[in-house]
């Protein structure tokens, strides 16, 4: 059962909630859970990043009934977003979209888009924010995707903090150690300008690292411990 509500404190994790109806509770679990409303409108840079990325998979080698046809993709993946998350729409207007909803529409427009081989006319890292923008360099890693360029060719797995002369790179425990996906260029690059050091040259093109797990070190064949055999 939903019921509405205003919220009227929050504190930590502990938030005061106002029903908007007299509700017999008692018979109700004590578990609840919490839908917040994105009250921010969509920004001008999340709509023309949207559009563009269905306009890049319109115009991909993917085929099928949306070939070529923008509006196609728009509908099929506005639908396809409104399924996955219980909504009974989704829009990139100011008046009805949100930022939030934007900002995971357009990650879910990127997993499709890294997962089929699908050229980007923009680059990502210079158009998402925060845990976005991680989300996405997380994406690349698992689909072998230079994180700057978006080619799959040549791929490595990067360090992002300098591991040190007293450390080997193969032996080394890379479980959490924080890492991006480079071509081969982008990598030697990130290696060799030392007038950058890597701290500038992730800021340079706004990158943030992601912290490897299991996944990501079976794919780039490196070592880990577990936390288990660490005890």
Same mark, same amino acid.
């Given at each position: ?8 404190? $929050? ?17 109700? %679990?004590?578990?609840?859970?919490l ?14 990043? @949207? ?6 998979i ?7 009934f ?8 728009e509908?099929?993946f506005? @639908?396809?977003?409104c ?16 930022? %939030?909803?934007a900002?995971e ?38 689909? $072998? ?15 992002? $903090? @300098? ?17 991006m996906a ?5 990598h030697?690059?990130?290696?060799? %300008? %030392?007038e ?36």
């Amino acid at each position: 059962m939903e019921i509405a509500g205003k919220l009227l404190s $929050k504190r930590d994790n502990v938030v005061t909630i106002e029903l908007n109806d007299d509700v017999d509770t008692q018979f109700y %679990t004590d578990s609840v859970g919490l839908v917040f409303r994105d009250e921010r409108s969509i920004t001008a840079q999340q709509r023309k990043f @949207a559009y563009a990325i269905m306009a890049d998979i319109a115009k991909s080698d993917i085929g099928g009934f949306w070939a070529g046809d923008n509006k196609a993709v728009e509908n099929y993946f506005k @639908a396809q977003y409104c399924l996955d998350n219980d909504l009974d729409y989704m829009s990139l207007s100011t008046r009805l979209g949100n930022r %939030t909803d934007a900002n995971e529409f357009i990650s879910m427009l990127l997993d499709f888009s890294l997962a089929h081989n699908v050229a980007l006319s923009r680059m990502p890292i210079n158009e998402l924010e925060g845990d976005f923008g991680r989300r996405f360099e997380y994406s690349c890693l698992l689909n $072998k995707k230079c994180v700057i360029c978006g080619t799959s060719k040549g791929i490595e797995f990067a360090h992002c $903090k @300098a591991i040190g002369y007293t450390m080997s790179r193969k032996d080394m425990n890379h479980l959490g150690w924080p890492g991006m996906a480079l071509c081969h260029d982008h990598h030697i690059n990130q290696q060799h %300008t %030392t007038e950058w050091g890597i701290k500038k040259f992730m800021k340079h093109y706004h990158l943030q690292g992601v912290p490897v797990d299991e996944r990501i070190a079976k794919i780039y064949h490196l070592h880990i411990v577990k936390k288990e055999k660490l005890v």
